[in-house]
């Protein structure tokens, strides 16, 4: 070991003396230099040296092996040289300087916030105080002192490493691991390659992300920022929340890009932006959020709670459990990939509601609503206000017995409109679907669609459908079977039966302008925009 003195000292490993140098012998140990007080200028040798300046502005040279420099208290210069180096910092004003390929160098910092410098790999915060520290352009390995730290990685495939304390992790770009330790730890992710670990009950994490972004293992919630596209989020099996940085942010601002917010597990918490987002909570009792833009939520259990404000876009709430929309969400649509009975009820907007092939329960509920019954045996309630009720009348299903939907319009002038049939079954004995309440108001049976290409024939516009052949009404015990044939032949076994009008006889009914009503009608309806190849078929009052 060598040491200078409270003077300004020049310290030499492994070099030739004069009379103002200090000379060592050569050792079997690494050489050990301290300059005390003074501005000093220890030189290392091409042994793995520990040079320490302690007081003053020193100059540490490590030159050849693995040196150790530490400037002390000072405005310190320090140059590992050659080989793997480890510096110590603790003043603002110390520099590390270190050329291209040097070695595998580390940087232990005391400062409030610390850079790496060019050629330098490694960071290592040290004391007992929240500090902060940012890499270079290398593959840094950072690793915290157990304090809240803060990390950014810059360039290059960085590994963060923030131990204990509420930690700051941001990889920026390149594939970074980042690892928070116990505490609540929050994480920038700016690129997909992107590794975040928590370990299980380690505090109560976040991740920042501006790429589309599923959350790892034990991490709790989720906010997306996209920079100029489309961007989801995916929860993992805690109760996570899921949504927009929020505006108080100075790294992230609210988009208006369209977002993807995915539960899975847990009791999760979505919030979307203003643009069109997709929410889905997945399995749980969750909570999602749209704001503004037309947004698709998907609830799946009863739990599930969707939250809209008045004009924020038209909404839509996938389902596949039994659901009634919540006030200012406009459409309700049974999800195709399940075939149960589900029920669905609207709200007081004017609602679309769409079943599947299952057996449902629609009910529009106020306003006036469009409700399209699927391949199930729907019952169909349209509520008040003038709705729309379409049904879709399969016959090889009807044949067996399947798919007699129940539709009731309520008050209103609603209209029953059937777009598809299958003529190549004959089913005359079934009563195929039932209407309610076909007297209420100006109710409209439309089946221009469905006898489009089949009653192809212009002059129906001011002909009778009946005595042409292709539409029949039957009596049955005051009730109206509304029967059709597909060529016009008029024969009985052509017939098929579409739908029974309750409470109604023929006699009650008559067709005007394409249109089936109660015979009591003394103002047609209008009918809707009418093609060529079409019929409707309407009520009276």
Known sequence: MATGTNGNDALYSDRPS?????????????????GLAGNDSLYGGVRDDILSGGDGDDLLFGEGGNDTLNGGSGNDTMFGGAGDDLYSVDSI???VIEALNGG????????????????????????????WGTGNSLNNQMVGNGENNAFVGME????????????????????????????NDTYWVEDRGDRVVEDAESG???????????????????????HSSAISGSGNALNNFIGLANTGSDRFGVSEQ???????????????????????????????RGGAGDDTYTADSLGDIVIEQPDNGIDTVLVIASYTLPDNVENLTVSSLWHEAIDGTGNSLNNVITANDGDNKLDGGDGDDTIYSEWGNDIVSGGNGNDVLFGTARMSELLSGNDADTLTGGAGDDRFAYTSFNFAYNISKNTGDIITDFANGNDVLDLRELLAGVYANAQYLIGDPIAQGFLRLVDVGGDTQVQIDSDGTETASGFTTLVTVKGIAPDGLKIGQNLLVPATTTIMPAP???????????PSL
Do not use: C
């Open 204 to 226: 109560t994490d976040a991740v920042f992300a501006t790429v589309n972004y599923a959350l790892s293992a034990n991490v709790e919630n989720l906010y997306l920022s996209p």
């Open 258 to 288: 369209n977002l993807g917010l995915f539960g899975w597990d847990g009791d999760d918490t979505l919030e979307g932006g203003s643009g069109n987002d997709v929410l889905h909570g997945g399995t749980g009792n969750d909570l999602m």
């Open 528 to 538: 809707a925009p009418a093609s060529v190849n079409a019929i409707e078929l309407v």
């Open 18 to 34: 004069t009379n103002s140098w200090l000379r060592l012998p050569r050792l079997s140990y690494d050489p050990y230099l301290s």
């Open 104 to 131: 595998i160098d580390t940087v232990e910092s005391s400062i409030e916030s610390y850079r790496l410098g060019d050629n330098i790999e490694n960071l290592i915060l040290k004391g007992n105080t929240a500090l």
């Open 156 to 183: 290059g495939n960085d590994s963060l490493w923030g131990n204990a304390g509420d930690d700051q992790l941001t990889g920026s770009s390149g594939d970074d691991l980042m690892v928070g330790g116990i505490g």
């Open 93 to 95: 004003e110390d520099r």
